[in-house]
């Protein structure tokens, strides 16, 4: 690909992946089993499972900003195990009409680019350069995070261990809770004895199921992390969305807390 290309721009811009990755190693997230559908059901859902490991394994799943596009917003989640890129995987991508196509032929290529590269620095799709430009973005927004999380993990280290292994980083998937509209499932992230972060594996989808969980879960997210439980308010116009992401996230803060 020609230096002039735009994602091409776009990934010089974010050059500080490479030596990044190597503070991934100081991550210590256990992850444990979960699932998610890709948005509009164009890319290809997550695994059953995220790797498994203990502590000194350095695994954890992180998600990048949402990036917008032309055509729709792109979103990209990683699985880092052992300072790698294992798993990456689009969570929001551009949908209906053409767009369909070309996010089913463009975003497993550029899943197995990211894994491939273990950074940001790839190629753009053929015929998707919007998409491939929103995906680069994300990526690495995402592989930010997870440098910054290696950071504040490392810095924290000596802390946890003296703290006990409950005190740590863990990364838990709750149970997935069926609703009248579809079966909603929450991941928790509990550093230190608080939630720091939520992510909604599944949320009702379809019709206006679209639009009410587009509206709902980031609402819910932001409950969660700030009330740190699941103790928080049913969002209007989402109540059975609502009632299965708290019995979700209840579920969630119980694995953490055994």
Excluded: C, F, W
């Excluded at 919007?130 to 997870?146: E, N, P, R």
């Amino acid at each position: 690909m020609r230096k002039s290309h735009p994602v091409r721009r776009a990934v010089l811009s974010g050059a500080a992946t490479v030596s990044g990755i190597v503070l991934l190693l100081s991550l210590k997230p256990a992850s444990d089993p979960g699932s998610a559908s890709a948005a509009g059901g164009a890319v290809p859902p997550v695994a059953a499972q995220s790797p498994q490991g203990g502590r000194g394994a350095g695994a954890g799943t992180v998600t990048g900003d949402a990036a917008s596009t032309q055509y729709g917003p792109v979103q990209v989640r990683l699985t880092v195990s052992d300072g790698k890129i294992t798993r990456a995987e689009a969570v929001q991508a551009p949908k209906g009409g053409q767009s369909d196509r070309v996010t089913a032929d463009a975003v497993p290529k550029l899943n197995q680019a990211a894994v491939a590269a273990g950074s940001a620095d790839i190629d753009a799709v053929s015929g998707a350069t919007y998409t491939s430009a929103g995906y680069v973005k994300s990526l690495q927004s995402a592989l930010d995070k997870a440098v910054a999380a290696a950071g504040s993990n490392a810095g924290a280290g000596a802390a946890e261990e003296g703290a006990g292994a409950g005190q740590g980083t863990q990364v838990l998937t709750g149970d997935a809770a069926q609703t009248q509209y579809g079966p909603v499932q929450v991941r928790v992230t509990v550093n230190g004895g608080k939630i720091t972060a939520v992510e909604t594996l599944q949320a009702p989808k379809g019709g206006r199921s679209d639009q009410v969980t587009a509206d709902a879960v980031p609402k819910l997210d932001r409950a969660a992390v700030a009330a740190g439980s699941a103790d928080i308010d049913a969002v209007s116009g989402a109540t059975y969305t609502s009632a299965g992401y708290k019995q979700s996230l209840q579920s969630a803060l119980d694995r953490a807390g055994g």
